[in-house]
C-alpha cells in the first residue's frame, strides 16, 4: 500500500513556474513507477508526465514537452513536477500515481487505468 500526498499547486500567472511535489509513504518507493495527470473542469484527465522507479526513463506530453520536467528522489521519496512558461490552458487539478507494475513493464505506462495508488491532487491555476 502507498500514500501519496501532492503539495506545491497554487495561482501563478502566465509565464510563471511551480514545483509539483508528491510525497510517497512506504519504504519501496523506488519499486514503482510514477506519473503525474491532470484534469481541468469539463476535461478528461490526461497523463502529463511518467517517470521510471529508477529515473532512468521519462516520458513528457507533447503538451507539456520543454516546459515541464518529471523527477524523483528515492532517498525522499518523493516525485516531483517542474513546470515553467506556465499557460492558462495549464489550469487544471494535477494528480500524482504510482504504478506498482513498472518492473514488468517495457514501456511507461500513460493510462489512468495502469496505475494503482492516487493522491488527493493540487489545484494549479494558471492567470492570463
Known amino acids: 500500500q502507498v500514500q501519496l500526498v501532492e503539495s506545491g499547486g497554487g495561482l501563478v500567472q502566465a509565464g510563471g513556474s511551480l514545483r509539483l511535489s508528491c510525497a510517497a509513504s512506504?519504504?519501496?518507493?523506488?519499486?514503482?513507477?510514477m506519473g503525474w495527470f491532470r484534469q481541468a473542469p469539463g476535461k478528461e484527465r490526461e497523463i502529463v508526465a511518467a517517470i521510471s522507479g529508477s529515473g532512468s526513463r521519462t516520458y513528457h506530453a507533447d503538451s507539456v514537452k520543454g516546459r515541464f520536467t518529471i523527477s524523483r528522489d528515492n532517498a525522499k521519496n518523493t516525485v516531483y513536477l517542474q513546470m515553467n512558461s506556465l499557460k492558462p490552458e495549464d489550469t487544471a487539478v494535477y494528480y500524482c500515481?504510482?504504478?506498482?507494475?513498472?518492473?514488468?513493464?517495457?514501456?511507461?505506462?500513460?493510462?489512468?487505468?495502469?496505475?494503482?495508488?492516487w493522491g488527493q491532487g493540487t489545484q494549479v491555476t494558471v492567470s492570463s
Open positions: 500515481a504510482a504504478d506498482q507494475l513498472q518492473g514488468f513493464r517495457t514501456v511507461l505506462p500513460l493510462t489512468g487505468s495502469e496505475y494503482d495508488y
Open positions: 512506504g519504504r519501496t518507493f523506488s519499486s514503482y513507477g
